[in-house]
């Protein structure tokens, strides 16, 4: 099936202290609201600079809004000769940074190759993927892979125990972990879990939350389908 697909070149934004200008005003207020309409987010970032502090601002901003985004480091002309190092510092940024979604940076030269058919193929898997939900064979599959390389630490004498993982929501994407005594999930151990999720389910570029559940049964109809 097609998809029709709208591309947006926006102005970007900047900071509230070196937006006072008129012009400036006028351009944050426009990609914010074409930013609230969106499906999916191209970040783009100079890849021969290091990453500031407003890109950080503004992709944790994308991500409070639950957007799908795809990062692109642009600018791979003028760091040829040091790709492999920078290649390593970004995916190792947002690796350490974001637990709840996994990218792939794109590496490109906007003067050179802009990999128009890969970048397109990257957003039909994104329509793909936010418009179905996965099966329980798959998820639980991947919960098991997951518990047997790490379990959760033990908590007042006692381990809290995954015994069962559902898909139930595809925009955003959430996942119901069933279980004993989640409340003591470590936060360190929430981010694992959650960055292995995606690695072995292979989410790419969306948001993705799990919400941990005690004591219920995974089976009853009344548990799983909120």
């Known amino acids: 099936m097609g998809i029709n697909i ?12 070196k937006s006072h200008n008129t012009k400036q005003k006028l351009i944050n207020d426009e990609t914010l609201k074409k930013l609230n ?7 783009i970032i100079d890849g021969s600079d290091d990453i500031t502090k407003n890109d ?21 002309d003028l760091i040829k ?6 290649e390593e510092y970004f995916k190792h940024f947002f690796e350490s940074n974001y637990p709840n979604i996994l990218l792939k940076p794109i590496f490109i030269s906007a003067i050179k ?16 993927n936010s418009n179905k939900i996965i099966n329980n064979k798959d998820v639980n599959t991947a919960l098991k892979n997951i518990l047997n390389k790490h379990q959760p630490t ?17 925009k955003p994407m959430i996942f119901k972990a069933f279980g004993n005594k ?9 981010n694992y879990f959650i960055k292995q999720l995606l690695k072995e389910l292979k989410i790419y570029n969306q948001i993705v939350f799990v919400k ?5 049964n995974p089976y009853l109809q009344s548990n799983i389908a909120k």
Request: glycine share 2%; hydrophobic share 40%.
């Open 154 to 170: 033990f908590s007042k004498k006692s381990r809290p125990s995954i015994k069962f993982l559902k898909h139930v929501n595809s």
């Open 212 to 216: 941990y559940l005690n004591n219920q």
């Open 6 to 17: 709208n591309l947006i070149d926006l102005g970007g934004l900047k900071r509230k202290s």
């Open 56 to 76: 950080k601002q503004l992709f944790r901003l994308i991500l409070n809004k639950l957007k799908n985004v795809i990062v692109v480091i642009n600018k791979t």
């Open 37 to 43: 309409l969106s499906d999916v987010i191209f970040f």
């Open 113 to 128: 190759n802009v990999k128009k058919e890969f970048l397109l193929k990257k957003i039909y898997e994104i329509y793909n």
């Open 182 to 190: 989640l409340t003591s999930l470590t936060k360190d151990y929430k």
């Open 81 to 86: 000769e040091n790709l492999k190092k920078k």
